[in-house]
């Protein structure tokens, strides 16, 4: 496996480079928080991503899609992350593209060229607690009619305040803990008997709280397989790991290119605080540990893109690895600033918010250190 890009893929990452320096810097970011954006994002940016390819870089071809792939969505979403740009960019391009890939034929050719055009945003409603657990799931889906009937509440739903079509993990058979019996189902979030509660996250970013009072859905709203949901779920939650991980990259390493031109400029003691020899070991320690977080990324998504049977260890390793990387780059970064890196005037505190979310989206590494431990008992 080859831990280099190719020359498309040079081209790809130069390209959101330049877009999302442009179109989309941290000063627009700002401008969201200050004005308490209704919606969190740009819907004319995420028009002009889907101009661009973005929104549907996974989408197959057929429906409208551009179809290259993970490895070239994370170098999207790593830019993404140096510019701290808002969008429903994981919550849709990839999250809910890659589940409606186990959908039906009706439902592919509904949703995904709308997805692939920017036309729709799609939100998965997966987690109920304070943490990632996707077993501990306890909204149930029973039978009603021709269809189902849903109950229950979810938390942390990206992009939930805004959805046009939600994907609903919920029980419908077993009991909370086991990973059988969930299913996935696509649903109006304008049905009776659901309520949207908007969330303003620390990154400014928003999510939602939505509760299910029994809400009635056809039986063609179930996605893939009855009981069969953690398939889905698992390549769903592998591909947002893996692209999680790359924007945990680009913020990273963005923190950390802002400190090391901080140091070499600000004087202390009548001398550049960088040719202070503790500091550069730190900056030294820091620069290895980013790269050595990249290969991670692009080795993961590379898995990915390849169908390796371990690329869902190598997304879930990525995204606990790149967690760490991420944060300590943050931290430093702030420290290294001194007194003023705790302030509003610096961008590296919204760098370290933003780091400090996507390290708790689909599993902290924490999480995943756990669950490989389960997984390899001997």
Known sequence: MALVLNEDEVMMRDMAQSFFAEKAPVKALRELRDTNDETGFDRALWANMAEMGFAGIVVPEEHGGVDMGYLAA????????RNLTASPFLSTAILAATALKYGSDEQKSEWLPKIASGETIIALALDEGVKHNPRGTATTAEPSGNGFKLNGSKAMVVDGHV??????????????????????????????????????????????????DDVE????????????????????????????????????????????????????????????????????????????????????????????????????????????????????????????????????????????????????????????????QY
Do not use: W
């Open 74 to 81: 994370g170098l999207v979403a790593e830019q993404m992350g």
């Open 163 to 212: 959805a046009d079509k939600m994907i609903v993990v919920a029980r419908t058979s077993g009991e909370e803990g086991d990973a059988e019996g969930l299913s996935l189902f696509l649903v109006d979030p304008k049905s009776d008997g659901v309520s949207t509660e908007r969330t303003i996250m620390v990154d400014s970013r928003n999510a939602a709280r939505i509760d299910f």
């Open 217 to 376: 859905v056809d039986g063609d709203a179930l996605l893939g397989t009855l009981d069969g949901g953690m398939e889905v779920l698992d390549a769903v939650l592998t591909a947002g790991r893996g692209i999680a991980a790359a924007e945990l990259l680009g913020a990273g390493a963005q923190a950390f290119e802002d400190t090391v031109a901080y140091i070499k400029e600000r004087k202390q003691f009548g001398e550049i605080i960088g040719s202070f020899q503790a500091l550069q070991h730190r900056s030294s320690h820091l620069y290895s540990e980013v790269e050595i977080a990249r290969s991670a990324v692009i080795g993961a998504l590379t898995a990915l893109d390849e169908g390796d049977e371990n690329a869902a260890l190598y997304c879930a390793m990525a995204k606990a690895k790149l967690g760490s990387v991420a944060k300590l780059a943050s931290q430093e970064g702030v420290q290294m600033h001194g007194g003023v890196g705790m302030t509003d005037e610096y961008d590296i505190g919204l760098f370290m918010k933003r780091i400090r979310v996507l390290q708790e989206l689909m599993g902290d590494a924490h999480y995943h250190m756990n669950e490989f431990a389960e997984a390899n």
